[in-house]
Nanobody
Framework: QVRLVESGGGLVQPGGSLRLSCAAS????????MGWYRQTPGKQRELVAI???????NYKDRVKGRFTISRDNAKNAVYLQMNSLKPEDTAVYYC?????????WGQGTQVTVSS
């Protein structure tokens, strides 16, 4: 069974940085698309960044140049480096994995950007 566990969230001041990690198990990780989504109360979950099995990446426009997604297939892990954080980045961040057209989600990690 596919399992995703996020870590690295927390409280940070505007302009600060955080690095989210997601550990995957039970999947053919190296072949799958991985990503990060985020959600705030009352809004739909939105894509933040995605990385293909080959390492190609795509980002939400509002995070381009500030966030970087990466993966380590040897560790079955995906990361999201978030720099120059803004209050509007505050959300629960979810790790995502697509395997054979099925979507899997982690439990989420809270990121709060506030002074």
């Amino acid at each position: 069974q596919v399992r995703l566990v996020e870590s690295g969230g927390g409280l940070v001041q505007p302009g600060g940085s955080l690095r989210l990690s997601c550990a995957a198990s039970g999947s053919i990780f190296s072949l799958n698309v991985m990503g990060w989504y985020r959600q705030t109360p009352g809004k739909q979950r939105e894509l933040v960044a995605i990385i293909s099995s080959g390492g190609s990446t795509n980002y939400k426009d509002r995070v381009k140049g500030r966030f970087t997604i990466s993966r380590d297939n040897a560790k079955n892990a995906v990361y999201l480096q978030m720099n120059s954080l803004k209050p509007e980045d505050t959300a629960v961040y979810y790790c995502y994995e697509n395997q054979l057209q099925r979507s899997y989600w982690g439990q989420g990690t809270q990121v709060t950007v506030s002074s």
